[in-house]
């Protein structure tokens, strides 16, 4: 599976930002990039977003009901969303377990439910900056793809989110070995959870992703894409996002090009 470069715009966007969606749908329309482009948006905007998407830009959602319909007021279905147009929706993002107190089994049963309704689910871990100074970061998402990812989800239904907390909106990064680390545990974890299924599973990083980091992010190891929050909701920098996107032959040389000692993302380009 190709890459994909996804977008969260959150609690953002009114109609006028669908401009930006048009603009970018019109770039990507001329020179398609070699990956994947989702844009997540608020369910307001979804069905105008795929309008002015013009099948250009996948459209998603930012979170799901786990039910069908009912007496549930506020909330939104996978098959709603799917009805709107959305064609992926992001599930457990850590500000929903933050405001809202989800649990890994809510954000299991509704990733179930955006399988059920032909949508790909975005399932996002990570853990705080607490948990990585006591040394628990992989132990944590390790946990959470045991606890998150219903085990009879398939490659092409799930992407995994891999957002560490403190990274989300600060302008800090991980790493690129501490990425290369934590992809390559929770590949391994995938694989354990979801057997062969699992090694297909794309991975996207997320936490400050901007034009800058994209392009040593996307030729590491296990990267399958990038989830893209704040940089995403202008169409200059998430296109130079989508646009980072190595070529398929200078992806393959990644792992000799970082070495152990490197600790800032231009020794990594
Ligand atoms: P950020 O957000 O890119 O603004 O750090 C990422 C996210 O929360 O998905």
Redesign the pocket.
């Known amino acids: 599976m190709q890459q994909v470069i996804a977008g969260?715009w959150?609690m953002h966007g009114m109609a006028t930002e669908l401009r930006e969606i048009e603009g970018f749908a019109a770039s990507v329309k001329a020179t398609p990039p070699s990956a994947d482009v989702l844009l997540c948006v608020p369910a307001t905007l979804i069905s105008r977003a795929v309008q002015v998407a013009a099948g250009c830009i996948a459209i998603g959602g930012e979170d799901c009901s786990p039910e069908i319909a009912g007496a549930f007021t506020g909330d939104i279905s996978a098959e709603m969303l799917k009805g709107a147009g959305a064609s992926a929706v992001i599930v457990d993002?850590?500000?929903r377990r933050q405001y809202h107190g989800e649990t890994d089994a809510t954000v299991a049963s509704k990733a179930s439910a955006a399988r059920r309704a032909g949508l790909l689910a975005i399932i996002?871990i990570g853990g705080t900056n607490a948990q990585r100074l006591a040394g628990n970061a992989l132990s944590v998402c390790g946990d959470q793809v045991a606890g998150s990812v219903p085990e009879d989800m398939t490659a092409s239904e799930t992407a995994i989110?891999y957002?560490p907390l403190w990274?989300?909106?600060?302008g800090h990064m991980p790493t690129p070995e501490q990425v290369i680390e934590m992809h390559a545990y929770i590949r391994d974890r995938l694989v354990a959870r979801l057997g062969t299924e699992g090694k297909a599973v794309r991975i996207l990083y997320?936490?400050?992703?901007n034009p800058h980091s994209a392009r040593a992010i996307l030729k590491m190891p296990e990267v399958g894409g990038v989830?893209?929050?704040?940089?995403?909701l202008k169409a200059l920098d998430f296109e130079a996002i989508v646009r980072a996107m190595p070529h398929p032959e200078t992806a393959q040389a990644l792992p000799n090009r970082i070495t152990k000692s490197s600790q800032h993302w231009d020794t990594a380009l």
Do not use: F, P, T
């Open positions: 969260n959150k993002h850590s500000e996002c989110g957002e990274a989300i909106g600060s997320g936490g400050s992703v989830l893209v929050g704040g940089a995403s």
